[in-house]
């Protein structure tokens, strides 16, 4: 099955896993396994990747591209639950994992999953295909929850003329469609807006954050995936907007932050040591050639962390 996904940020994120070549590896977020496969390709026999995906298709396609790398494990679940996946294979401890966070190019491009504002197809938007579809919100949450997902995960101003125009067409029949709902995001902001860029993008996205509840399932990941790190053991994460950015960048903040003493103490009496270092210290973000080959890559961020030997 084909689920074609060109990696974003590839060379750069292999790079700062620094990849040891008998060490063992996380793939979060598998997608097409373009990452999986660069790693894959470093590892030695006596290495290990454990490549993790919560959409069928992808375990399917990711299964059939990396069959022929014998260090290659697949795993169907969810990156927030990284410990217990690996924990059940056997594995305490990893040197390395890597998240790719955010909707595939192959999810966006295939209408029927209805992540995409772009084509016609049923309101769904679920990463696992299981589960609360972005239909059940959009025609079944109250005011309340609809404008607070909109203007919270969407940082959408027109949150409330949106939300009141979804509560007035799905009193009169059911929201079944994406152009659907498009169309009705397009009808409650003002015309301005319109000519800025389609005006169902940040709405769609605040509606694919809740459905897959991505915010805490990112907490849940980084802390998880970090507690398995070995020493020297690093993490990179690509994210794509900038609440998952800020999520990142505050943790990988915290991890790195040593002693909390005023800073008029003559001597730490709070013990606190860096559990973490940052591997550069501003976000990687792509190419000009990079944008040029792949427009989609504009907004990625690569963030990276070393942990300390202080942090066991």
């Not at 060379?11 to 660069?38: C, F, Q």
């Not at 290990?48 to 790398?69: F, G, H, M, N, W």
């Not at 690996?86 to 594995?91: A, K, Q, T």
């Amino acid at each position: 099955m084909e689920f074609s996904h060109k990696p974003v940020l590839l060379n750069e994120t292999i790079n700062a896993l620094n990849i040891k070549p008998n060490g063992v590896y996380v793939d979060g977020t598998a997608g097409g396994g373009g990452h999986s496969e660069e790693i894959l390709k470093r590892l030695s026999p006596q290495g290990r990747l454990i490549s993790i995906d919560q959409d069928p298709d992808a375990i399917l396609a990711v299964t059939d591209r990396l069959s022929k790398y014998s260090s290659s494990i697949i795993c169907k679940g969810n990156f927030s639950q990284v410990d217990t996946i690996v924990n059940s294979l056997g594995i305490e401890k990893i040197d390395g994992i890597m998240l790719d966070i955010g909707v595939s190019s192959k999810q966006l491009d295939t209408p029927e999953r209805g992540f995409s504002f772009h084509n016609d197809a049923p309101l769904d938007m679920r990463m696992s295909q299981s589960g609360t579809s972005a239909y059940d919100l959009v025609n079944g949450l109250p005011y309340g929850d609809l404008i607070r997902i909109i203007n919270q995960y969407g940082e959408e101003k027109f949150a409330k003329p949106i939300t009141r125009a979804i509560i007035q067409h799905r009193e009169e029949a059911p929201i079944k469609t994406t152009l659907q709902l498009a169309e009705i995001i397009k009808g409650a902001v003002p015309a301005a807006v319109r000519r800025e860029g389609h005006p169902a993008r940040k709405t769609f996205q605040a509606l694919r954050i809740a459905v897959n509840g991505e915010l805490d399932r990112l907490k849940d990941g980084l802390e998880n995936g970090f507690k398995l790190l070995n020493p020297h053991g690093r993490m990179a994460i690509i994210t794509f907007h900038s609440l998952e950015d800020r999520i990142v960048k505050k943790q990988m903040a915290q991890w790195c932050i040593g002693c909390t003493c005023p800073k008029d103490f003559p001597v730490c009496v709070c013990g606190n040591k860096p559990k973490a270092q940052l591997v550069f210290r501003k976000p990687i973000t792509a190419s000009q050639q990079e944008l040029t080959d792949n427009p989609r890559s504009r907004s990625a961020k690569l963030r990276a962390v070393e942990k300390n030997i202080t942090s066991l």
